[in-house]
């Protein structure tokens, strides 16, 4: 890749829901854009869950498109379950998808970042539920509010590196991990709508609000170590209080 070529952009988990959002934006805006998914991303299939598929996916976009500017890991699962009920394997299995597997895709980029000498943008997709208590979301919520650590400590440590490290903290959004199929909407789901109506802006979160989210946190050069939610005021319920005089 030539010096004077278009800085890019990769985004971990880009095959559906937020990370196809913000593959489309980026592409929208005409940026250079790499993607990477389990089920076979538009240029690379990477299990962020193996530290070895991440290793080679690092190596194989720097081979074959060069070192990326801003990347964003939006590569998660959802889990729901009493934690009286969970077995140790899911707990295991979320913790590797929404935990272990960020840190190793913002360890290996951070790395590369460092020894090339560049400066960058890493985002993580965090969640609301890393601060909000949700019932029979518990290792969810743990899964997400260890990320969300892990992003703070990061930009302490890779500040004086020259890289920003943030998380977006999502709320309930429309994307095919909700389990009401591709397109989960209010007609598909009482409880869907129930959300819709206890949040502030009175709808359901789309991929498109997320990735718009994103983009403005990577471009914001003097903030790291945040986690900036994007909710639509979800979390705005007092939990003493949580639906509302009404």
């Known amino acids: 890749m030539s010096d004077d070529a278009a800085p890019i952009a990769v985004v971990v988990g880009g095959g559906s829901g937020i990370g196809a959002a913000l593959v489309a934006a980026y592409r929208a805006q005409g940026t250079p854009i790499v993607t990477w998914d389990i089920a076979g991303g538009r240029d690379l299939t990477c299990d962020v869950t193996d530290p070895h598929a991440v290793e080679r996916a690092v190596e194989e976009t720097i081979r074959r498109f060069g070192v990326p500017r801003w990347v964003t890991i939006t590569a ?8 009286l009920d969970v077995a140790p394997e ?6 590797a998808v929404n935990t272990r597997g960020p840190w190793l895709c913002l360890r290996g980029w951070a790395r590369v970042l460092r020894d090339e000498r560049q400066p960058g943008s890493l985002v993580a997709v965090s969640s609301i539920s890393a601060r909000l208590v949700d019932r029979a979301m518990g290792v969810y919520c743990a899964s ?3 990320l969300s650590m892990l992003v703070r400590v990061a930009a302490a440590e890779w500040g004086p590196l020259g890289l920003r490290v943030n ?14 199929g591709s397109s989960p909407s ?3 789901s009482p409880w869907l709508a129930g959300v819709a109506d206890r949040t502030a802006l009175g709808r359901l979160g789309e991929p498109e609000d997320v ?6 946190v990577h471009d914001m050069e003097w903030v790291t170590g945040q986690v900036v939610e994007c909710d639509g005021g979800l979390g705005l ?8 005089d009404t």
């Open 76 to 83: 998660g699962v959802g889990h729901g379950g009493m934690l």
């Open 90 to 95: 899911e707990f295991d299995r979320v913790m």
């Open 144 to 146: 997400k509010a260890a």
């Open 167 to 180: 998380a977006v903290g999502p709320g309930v959004t429309s994307t095919p991990m909700l389990g009401f």
């Open 186 to 188: 209010v007609e598909s």
């Open 211 to 216: 990735a718009q989210v994103i983009l403005s």
């Open 237 to 244: 319920r007092s939990p003493i209080n949580a639906y509302g």
